[in-house]
């Protein structure tokens, strides 16, 4: 039995894979407006309007019939699917998901409990196991174990949008300006969580790596994918510079995505984030 593989627009996946993965859009919210999360509106768009507007933006979940329509047609083509979703902590997706797998047989939702890159690597790998020719249940409970094994760690370059999201302060945001700290955030049991702060982008640069090192190091036999927010690669490219060291005898390529809404809402533009799978 063949298997269709299924994700939610807020997976960052890269252009190789993406021809065969099917996408389920979340809803982008700037105040009154409505979009499609990858249908009416892209990465580029979402930073623009990022930027030039002072709405926060939120997501709202796919109903459970968005999920049902590519159930019915794997149905149809006799075809088993894999469900991975964002996080269930930082949306309603995974329920979404599972109400509607419930009228289907051959269907697995999986919780990834990350987000982002993270869900993007989970992709791939998953990929890999299909590509080996595993059957749907041995793929689902190879996924199920290697989800735990995923970190994700981001620099943030701008506390602004921590600030509007709640998450920091008005005093802690003007100080930290001053200062030129930079957050580094991780997804930990399935949120975001702040792990530490830098002064200034080099001593950002060098947490980051200090976090990969905390991990245990990266597990160069499965997906490494690194990502940026907002409209420029730049400082991601200089994190690559810095961190060669790292990848330089691993990696015959270091391959980078852009990220989209949910991580880029509480990061703003300049982020940048490392997804592996640790040793």
């Known amino acids: 039995m063949n298997i269709r593989l299924i994700v939610d627009s807020t997976a960052d996946i890269t252009a190789e894979y993406k021809e065969r993965v099917i996408f389920v859009p979340l809803t982008v919210h700037f105040g009154e407006e409505e979009y499609t999360d990858g249908i009416n509106i892209d990465h580029t768009t979402f930073y623009q309007k990022l930027v030039e507007t002072d709405v926060l933006p939120s997501t709202s979940q796919p109903n459970p019939e968005a999920f049902a329509k590519e159930f019915e047609e794997a149905k149809k083509l006799n075809e088993a699917c894999i469900v991975l979703t964002l996080s269930s902590k930082l949306s309603g997706t995974y329920q979404s998901a599972i109400i509607a797998a419930k009228e289907y047989k051959n269907v697995y939702v999986i919780d990834t409990e990350t987000a982002a890159i993270g869900a993007g690597i989970l992709a791939e790998l998953a990929f890999r196991y299909i590509d080996q020719g595993l059957d749907v249940k041995e793929v689902v409970e190879k996924i199920e174990e290697e989800k735990k094994k995923i970190v ?128």
């Open 152 to 279: 994700i760690v981001a620099l943030v370059d701008t506390l602004e949008f921590l600030h509007k999201g709640g998450r920091l302060s008005k005093s802690v945001t003007v100080a930290g300006a001053v200062l030129n700290i930079k957050p580094v955030l991780s997804v930990i049991s399935g949120d975001i969580k702040a792990v530490g702060k830098a002064m200034g982008s080099k001593r950002g640069n060098n947490m980051l790596m200090q976090e990969i090192e905390k991990a245990g190091g990266v597990d160069f036999s499965k997906p490494v994918l690194l990502g940026y927010t907002g409209l420029s690669d730049a400082l991601l490219v200089k994190y690559i510079e810095d961190s060669r060291a790292i990848w330089e005898n691993d990696l015959a390529e270091v391959r980078y995505v852009t990220i989209g809404s949910v991580i880029g809402t509480h990061a703003g533009p300049g982020a940048i984030a490392v997804a592996f799978f640790k040793k």
